[in-house]
């Protein structure tokens, strides 16, 4: 146990979710004695396990509700464990919510001394502190306002300043960069670089992934109370970035699916505005399998496959599709024309190929038409058809832009 500085073994918490509203002492003695319990039972922890190490940058990620704040809030001694143990070789210094430990009502003066004082320090300790903690929040204009007329942002500098100068062995940080500007972010990495080189241990609870590929020597994936992954921190969260994946495939289809019970009229496609010559009548995105999905990977194969139907005599066909980002700009439009592609009429489909998809992760809407030839009157033509959402892992997460173009370096 010399160098680990925390352990969490099998720790388990269930709370209590009411269903209806107690507001007199008889409600409450009915309630006591009713056979419905009023409330259900959520598992924020699963029988959870893990150790971090002395002077370890540990991650720990997931989706709002998979238990992360809960566990932070269990090994701050906020909360106790249902089962289960953790055992801590060190102090803690832990900023877990904007506002914990905080008056409103005093002044930012006032705070830093309550503040402080609740994580340990003396009168003496904050005396001598007291200006570098102020100066390190840059709140010094402000100092002696009262805390309910600071932003956010200057809340969460104060709070933060005042834990990383309770020069504790631990280090508990909740969200820390999800309020501030990108100056107060990058002092607190430092800080926490800082730390780190101090022999000290830091735990930070983020949704920022690059974050934890950059900085965390390990991470630890959490999903629905459980630990799903634990490990080298670039594959936690590309882990984390596959899961985000398959709960928005699983969130389009379930849309996608709903928008098609509106157009089925006793299991047959209602086509009874459909006068087209030509008409299309869907749109894939099919992946190397040829499972039709809407969420890719950067670098995945990609086929955008159009389904057509033909209703009258045609001697030329031209299809084309256009990929846009819904926060604005073209990625690409191509047509078969400008391609010179023949487009077979006896087979009802189209397929527009992708060996390597090159977009980098956002969201995009696909419009589709087709054309006798060039592109002017269109039989059909469908704007924002379809929406194409992309992922990026590892290296390609942090590119900027919409496309990854093949580069190297020279020196």
């Known amino acids: 146990m010399n160098d680990i500085a925390i352990s969490v073994k099998n720790v388990s918490k269930t709370f209590k979710i009411p269903h209806e509203k107690v507001s007199s002492l008889r409600g409450a003695a009915v309630s006591a004695f009713s056979r419905n319990k009023g409330y259900e039972e959520f598992k924020a922890l699963d029988d959870v396990s893990f150790e971090v190490k002395k002077g370890e ?18 090994l701050a001694g906020i909360y106790q464990t249902d089962k289960g143990s953790v055992e801590i070789d060190g102090r803690i210094s832990p900023f877990l919510e904007l506002g914990i430990g905080f008056n409103p009502e005093l002044s930012g003066r006032d705070n830093v001394y309550l503040n402080a004082t609740v994580l340990g320090l003396t009168k003496k300790e904050i005396d001598k502190k007291f200006d570098s903690i102020v100066k390190f929040s840059e709140l010094e204009r402000f ?27 631990i280090l508990l940080m909740d969200e820390v960069l999800a309020v501030g500007d ?11 670089t800082k730390y780190k080189n ?25 999903r629905n109370g459980k630990i799903l992954k634990i490990g080298k921190a670039i594959d936690v969260a590309n ?15 379930d849309e996608q699916a709903e928008k098609e019970k509106k157009v089925v009229v006793f299991g047959k496609v209602d086509k009874s505005n459909s006068n087209k010559i030509v008409e299309i009548t869907g749109v894939e995105f099919l992946d190397k399998n040829g499972k039709d999905k809407s969420v890719f990977e950067t670098g995945d194969e990609l086929d955008i496959k159009i389904d057509f ?12 599709i256009g990929l846009h980002a819904v926060s604005g700009g073209q990625i690409f439009g191509y047509n078969t024309q400008m391609d010179n592609i023949d487009v077979d009429k006896t087979k009802n489909s189209i397929v527009l190929h992708f060996n390597d998809l090159p977009i980098l992760k956002g969201e995009y809407i696909i419009n589709v038409g087709c054309w006798k030839d ?11 058809y379809k929406v194409l959402k992309i992922y990026s892992s590892g290296i390609k997460n942090s590119y900027r832009g919409f496309c990854d173009i093949k580069h190297s370096w020279n020196s």
Do not use: W
Not at 146 to 156: A, C, D, E, P
Not at 182 to 192: A, Y
Not at 198 to 222: F, N, P, S, W
């Open 309 to 320: 139907e033909i209703h009258g005599e045609i001697k030329e066909l031209n299809f084309g």
């Open 57 to 74: 940058f540990f991650g720990i990620i997931g989706r709002n509700g998979s238990g992360k704040s809960t566990l932070l809030k269990i």
């Open 239 to 253: 882990e984390y970035v596959y899961e985000n994946m398959s709960d928005e495939e699983k969130r389009i289809s």
């Open 143 to 169: 100092i002696d306002q009262k805390l309910k007329n600071y932003s956010s942002g200057m809340q969460v500098r104060l709070a933060f300043s005042v834990s990383i100068h309770a020069n504790r062995e």
């Open 182 to 192: 990108n100056n107060f972010q990058s002092k607190c990495i430092r800080e926490f």
């Open 374 to 384: 060039i592109e002017i009157n269109p039989y059909d033509l469908k704007l924002s």
């Open 198 to 222: 101090q022999g000290k241990t830091v735990i930070l609870v983020t949704h920022d992934t690059l974050v934890v590929e950059k900085y965390c020597d390990r991470a630890m994936l959490l």
